[in-house]
């Protein structure tokens, strides 16, 4: 199986499978001298592993982060700081039960990549989906700690804004409710709607969709190109390879549709310390596929979880109509641990591009005024 790379000069590859010994990545182009720990790793992990609250999957996995290479002690600090080689990471699986799967290892499970695993490979791994399963982006969580390190002054946050058909209100919007719920919610009305919400759907045997914002701040405008490397167009590649998701937004998104062109350009001012300021963000921080220095504004829409308790019609590697109930530990919303995973995206997409931009063009220009 090929494709288990992403970016350009700051590359991350995954290896590793749902209920094989361990998964993991290893990340190439990092600069070197840049401070790192196995601490500040398993932070970014702890707010993905599963088991965390009654809203996710039941499985167990301490997601117990291991540095095997790419960093030594810095002589004159003794903290651990990179050298500029090959960082591979590695996340130990200690919780798998095959067994639940044993059941419907000839059955395909609708909505899942079964069927079409099968017919590309000729084979699939039935427990838990192997490489396709979400326990990959565990790999992507700890790839995105150290892609942080290369975006000095740049924040980046997620939100669940939207689950099901309940939006939040945005008007209620607390980046600092976001990590005091299960939900990883900015509004905390909201958030206390969908414990009863998911809740009932939970209990029912079900599952639903969410709609995750990533908000990266801070970024300095010239990342990107304007014609196959835009920035936009990498970060849309990047959450679509998130598992279950299915439609991705910038900016404003499909709302823009809606808007005349007077109220979706952003108009922009002068401002009094003498830099240019955007009167609005409709564009979510991308002109051109070139950052603007605005704030970037990523969705991304996650289907439901299909590995649910309730009798579905499939058929199976013989030909077979069946019947399938899929057993085991599953997050009835999927969405909610994805939001690590987008903030990760974003930011090894971000130090993908700022790489580049330092490749061609050198340290990137604040404004672009001349005297």
Known sequence: MSFNTFGQLFRVTTYGESHGIALGCVIDGCPPRLPVSEAMIQGFLDRRKPGQSRFTTQRREPD???????????????????????????????D?????????????????ADYAYDVKYGLRDYRGGGRSSARETASRVAAGAIARQVLPGVTIRGALVQMGPHRIDR???????????????????????????????????SSIGAVIEVVA????????????????????????????????????????????????????????????????????????????GQPVVVRFAVKPTSSILQTRRTVDRYGHDADIITKGRHDPCVGIRAVPVGEAMMACVLADHLLRHRGQVGTPVEWPFRK
């Open 64 to 94: 117990q982060v291991r540095i095997l290479s790419g960093v030594m002690a810095d002589e004159t600090t003794g903290e651990l700081v990179t050298t500029g080689t090959p960082i591979n990471l590695m996340i130990e699986n200690v």
């Open 96 to 112: 798998q039960r095959s067994k639940d799967y044993g059941e419907i290892k000839d059955r395909y499970r609708p909505g899942h």
């Open 171 to 205: 008007t209620r919007w607390d980046w600092g409710a976001v990590d005091n719920n299960p939900f990883f919610c900015p509004d905390p009305v909201m958030a206390e709607f969908f414990e009863t919400y998911l809740d009932d759907i939970r209990k029912a045997g």
């Open 217 to 292: 701040e801070g970024v300095p405008p010239g990342l990107g190109a304007p014609i196959y490397g835009k920035l936009d167009g990498d970060l849309a590649a990047a959450m679509m390879s998130i598992n279950a998701v299915k439609g991705v937004e910038i900016g404003d998104g499909f709302a823009a549709a809606e808007l005349g062109g007077e109220e979706n350009a952003d108009e922009m001012r002068m401002g009094n310390d003498g830099k240019l300021l955007f009167l609005s963000n409709h564009a979510g921080g991308i002109l051109g596929g070139i950052s603007t």
